[in-house]
């Protein structure tokens, strides 16, 4: 079915008051509502954009400068990094990481579920284009599940006759009242490499701040992360399965003015922290084998 044909994705797979299609500029985006909670997903990369459960601010950080046009991914939201993280290993012309966040995902199913979730459901396989940037046979389904919290779930079914090894993320960028006052605890103790550090093996020791620009991939971390924000007044828990690495990435000043599609003060107003696979964390996934991770995003007050 073609994915950019809204009217026919309406009729097909709208459901009244809770999935509707339309267009977001140049990109289609399902516009998704449950459990009082609304938010957006974008056809193309089956990006998350927006999330924000009924009575608080978005939880997503999404650029009011980001670009709603196909080939490009928004700056914001959940962008799906796969089957490679960062740079392409080996070929510095191939799309910084991986193609499925700026490929056009096709829809499966949407669904109201218990307590009247919203949940819709995409998938992605290889075609030329994909086998032009990587030479392998895969199935991936996306599914979102929009609630009080949100669920997102990526599943890699390796359909090759090759084992492939895979880096990738669920690249959240989480809104924040102010950066260098929130604190992001669940890292203490892991080692990490600092990418503004020319890749350097470092400890952490207690809780994550922010000042200054941080790229980091923290390895063999298991666990939820929570953003605590003091002014906004809630904490964010980062839940995940599936993940062994956590990327925390905020571009600060000189980095984010660079980037044409970043709010000028945007870097003080989000951190990305990331559910990843990456570096000494990448994973080999055999023949007719399954990967699975999965994210879920819940606020906490008081
Ligand atoms: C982070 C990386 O995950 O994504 C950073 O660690 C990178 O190095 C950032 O700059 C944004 O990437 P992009 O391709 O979306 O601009």
Request: a negative charge; aromatic letters at 8%.
């Amino acid at each position: 079915m073609d994915v950019y044909d809204g009217q026919s994705l309406n009729q097909r797979f709208g459901i009244d008051g809770h999935i509707a299609f339309a267009q977001r500029g140049g990109l289609l985006v399902a516009e998704m509502r449950g459990a009082g909670a609304v938010a957006t997903v974008a056809l193309q990369g089956g990006q998350v954009l927006e999330f924000q459960p009924s009575g608080e601010e978005p939880v997503l950080f999404l650029s009011s400068r980001s670009h709603f046009e196909i080939g490009k991914a928004p700056r914001g939201g959940i962008p799906i990094c796969w089957p490679w993280f960062g740079p392409h290993p080996s070929d510095p012309s191939l799309p910084q990481h991986g193609f499925a966040r700026i490929m056009p995902w096709s829809v499966v199913e949407t669904r109201v579920l218990e307590g009247g979730r919203a949940m819709l459901r995409l998938a992605l396989h290889d075609d030329e284009t994909t086998r032009q940037a990587w030479p392998y046979a895969f199935s991936l389904e996306y599914t979102v599940t929009v609630g009080p919290e949100l669920e997102v779930e990526l599943l890699h079914r390796n359909t090759d006759q090759a084992t492939v090894t895979i880096t990738n993320t669920l690249h959240t960028y989480l809104s924040v009242g102010a950066v260098e006052r929130c604190v992001i605890h669940g890292l203490d103790g892991c080692d990490y490499l600092d990418k503004v550090d020319a890749f350097a093996r470092k400890t952490q020791h207690g809780p994550v701040t922010i000042s200054g620009e941080t790229d980091r991939i923290y390895l063999g971390t298991t666990t939820p992360c929570v953003v605590e924000d003091p002014v906004i007044g809630r904490s964010i828990s980062v839940w995940k399965e599936g993940s062994r690495s956590t990327v925390v990435w905020n571009p600060w000043i000189e980095k984010a003015q660079a980037m044409e599609d970043f709010d000028p003060l945007g870097y003080l107003r989000m951190v990305c922290v990331e559910s990843a696979n990456a570096a000494d964390d990448a994973m080999t996934v055999a023949p007719g084998a399954e990967h699975r991770l999965r994210v879920r995003l819940s606020l906490q007050h008081g």
